[in-house]
């Protein structure tokens, strides 16, 4: 008798409140930007995908959107790309490289940006995006190589790429071919450096032929193995391979190549708006979290590149990271960044490289 006293004497109470309109119904949680959205990302795989998810898909996530990834290189994209056409587009982000972005934008694969809505744009130097293209890394080609190595041979620190052709380094050096980027930079460094350029690649590949080479194109992971193992001595690759083999105990340096009294051999990369993606709003979130100041920073420790925040930039350049034998692996002082040497894309001809290549390394 007494429960039912209770539970009436509750009921009623209840509906007094309500008729006051004292009663607070539960509130739903407050809705994202990006309320069950999803963004689809072409980037490249390993940790570079993973430091992109903790900052930038975090930051997607906490406004109610989701993000998947499509990983692999330049060269694939746009392959897939090419495979839509006149479809629903692979995915909305697409990151390309120098030598593959006159294809994307060519081919009419990407669409124009709002840059008003990627406000951290105004923290970057201004030749680094533009109406349809926001670059969101730069990394510096060079030479790099195993401290100790070279001391035990006798060598000294080298300050050029050709002072690589060295009878003690034959069958220890590795690059990329002349299907990837980085292959590009190093033959065109030492084009330069052997009285040829952009335009006249011979004389680099004759260098390269004559140096006697251990490998071409492996994985950064196989080079990084063969690096410690001591099979291999040096590879030409950008320096935050430098700063990786470092954290991970091998006793790299690297070396910036000098060019028409530049030094300094950037490679930058780009994040574009696919043509016909259905997330436009996101996408450009998506970019300016990916030039923001806590992406770039996690980019500049972990993987080396050299920031394309300013801020980032101003915070780390007097303060550098060094190899052991206390030489700064990146060149980030913003005089000598606005006089890196830059390779002429226009002088490049993809199909005629190759052919040159295959006629001169693979016979």
Same mark, same amino acid.
Not at 156 to 163: A, D, H, I, V
Not at 252 to 261: E, I, L, Q, T
């Given at each position: ?18 008729? %006051? ?17 999803? %963004? ?17 898909? +975090? ?7 989701? $993000? ?6 330049? #060269? ?5 790309? =090419? ?8 995915? @909305?982000?697409?990151?390309?490289? @120098? ?12 669409? &124009?940006?709002?840059?008003?809505? $990627? /406000? ?9 995006? *533009? ?6 890394? =730069? ?25 690589? @052709? ?10 990329? *071919? ?5 292959? %590009? ?15 006249? =690649? ?5 260098? $390269? ?25 040096? #590879? ?20 910036? /190549? ?16 696919? &043509? ?14 990916? $030039? ?43 005089? +000598? ?5 830059? %390779? ?5 001809? /993809?199909? +005629? ?6 006629? #001169?390394?693979?016979?």
């Amino acid at each position: 008798m007494k429960r039912n006293l209770i539970l009436s004497s509750v009921c009623l109470v209840g509906a007094a409140a309500m008729a %006051l309109g004292l009663f607070v119904a539960p509130q739903p949680a407050e809705a994202g930007m990006y309320d069950g959205q999803k %963004l689809t990302v072409a980037t490249f795989g390993g940790s570079w995908r993973d430091r992109i998810n903790k900052i930038v898909g +975090e930051a997607i996530r906490n406004e109610g959107g989701t $993000i998947d990834f499509v990983v692999g290189g330049p #060269t694939d994209f746009l392959a897939q790309m =090419i495979a839509a056409r006149g479809q629903k587009p692979p995915f @909305d982000v697409v990151e390309m490289t @120098d030598d593959r972005w006159r294809d994307a934008l060519e081919g009419g694969f990407v669409q &124009k940006l709002d840059l008003s809505k $990627i /406000p951290n744009t105004a923290h970057m130097d201004p030749n680094l995006f *533009d109406d349809y293209k926001v670059g969101n890394w =730069i990394v510096l080609e060079g030479l790099v190589f195993h401290i100790e190595k070279f001391k035990e041979l006798g060598l000294p620190r080298p300050t050029s790429f050709s002072e690589l @052709d060295h009878p003690k380094l034959r069958g220890k050096l590795h690059m990329a *071919d002349a299907s990837n980027f980085t292959g %590009l930079y190093t033959i065109a460094v030492l084009a330069h450096e052997n009285g040829g350029s952009e335009a006249d =690649i011979q004389p680099a590949l004759d260098k $390269i032929k004559k140096m006697d080479f251990h490998s071409y194109g492996l994985s950064a992971v196989t080079v990084n193995q063969m690096m410690k193992s001591g099979e291999l001595y040096a #590879t030409f690759a950008h320096c935050g391979w430098a700063v990786r083999q470092h954290d991970a105990g091998i006793p790299s340096g690297c070396v910036h /190549p000098v060019v028409n009294g530049k030094r300094g051999a950037p490679a930058v990369g780009y994040a574009a708006l696919t &043509k016909d993606s259905a997330n436009v709003e996101l996408a450009h979130f998506y970019i300016n979290e990916l $030039i923001g100041f806590d992406m770039q920073e996690l980019f500049h420790v972990k993987n080396g590149i050299v920031p394309v925040h300013g801020k980032v930039l101003e915070k780390y350049y007097k303060n550098p990271k060094v190899d052991s034998s206390g030489v700064p692996f990146l060149i980030l002082d913003p005089k +000598e960044v606005a006089n890196f040497w830059y %390779l002429d894309y226009s002088k490049h001809n /993809p199909k +005629e490289w190759q052919r040159a290549w295959d006629r #001169t390394l693979l016979r």
